[in-house]
T-cell receptor
Framework: DQQVKQNSPSLSVQEGRISILNCDYT??????FLWYKKYPAEGPTFLIS?????DKNEDGRFTVFLNKSAKHLSLHIVPSQPGDSAVYFC????????????FGTGTRLTIIP | EAQVTQNPRYLITVTGKKLTVTCSQN?????MSWYRQDPGLGLRQIYY???????DKGDVPEGYKVSRKEKRNFPLILESPSPNQTSLYFC??????????FGSGTRLTVV
């Protein structure tokens, strides 16, 4: 049972445009959400997070939006750069303070120069 | 430099031959975890540890063992590896800020 789903295995975006990566979850106990970025031959690295008391969190070119009623979050990257080409994983945890993370299946983002 | 170090990076072994993948972190983190990454399945948690001598099963613990005798080390043990354990393995640690720090991964092939 996949509790965190990323339905788009891949996404291609022109350099300079907006990249939007989507993530859906089914467990209503999840209250903290994170995005990780992974380059080939490296471990995932933490990108940005949001708690369920917010609906938006911004860090430079990266913004995460959370829609609790729809159990949906999205990551916006503006403007997209070639270095953003990577696999992006969303992750969620329940009972804030419990560090177990449940990851999605990942979306491979390719930025076209 | 703050990091999680896994060894080896690559390993090819035969079915049934016991192996250990080591993991060490230098950030004094209490929480450590092992994940495996498989195509179409994302990252799935194998085992985790909240502190020294405290370990618990994740989502896919079958066929694996762990130990946490010291805070910095969290080895993953495959007593009798099988081909379905061929995967990319990641160790991670976490402090109080909720961001995991991952190791660079161990690609294991069991033939």
């Amino acid at each position: 049972d996949q509790q965190v789903k990323q339905n788009s295995p891949s996404l291609s975006v022109q350099e300079g445009r907006i990249s939007i990566l989507n993530c859906d979850y089914t467990n209503s106990m999840f209250d903290y959400f994170l995005w990780y970025k992974k380059y080939p031959a490296e471990g995932p690295t933490f990108l940005i997070s949001i708690s369920s008391i917010k609906d938006k969190n911004e860090d430079g070119r990266f913004t995460v939006f959370l829609n609790k009623s729809a159990k949906h979050l999205s990551l916006h990257i503006v403007p997209s750069q070639p270095g953003d080409s990577a696999v992006y994983f969303c992750a969620a945890s329940a009972n804030f303070g419990n560090e177990k993370l449940t990851f999605g299946t990942g979306t491979r983002l390719t930025i076209i120069p | 430099e703050a990091q999680v170090t896994q060894n080896p990076r690559y390993l090819i072994t035969v079915t049934g031959k016991k192996l250990t993948v080591t993991c060490s972190q230098n950030m004094n983190h209490e929480y450590m975890s092992w994940y495996r990454q498989d195509p179409g399945l994302g990252l799935r948690q194998i085992y985790y540890s909240m502190n020294v001598e405290v370990t618990d099963k994740g989502d896919v613990p079958e066929g694996y063992k762990v130990s946490r005798k010291e805070k910095r080390n969290f080895p993953l043990i495959l007593e009798s590896p099988s081909p379905n354990q061929t995967s990319l393995y990641f160790c991670a640690s976490s402090g109080t800020n909720y961001g995991y720090t991952f190791g660079s991964g161990t690609r294991l092939t069991v033939v």
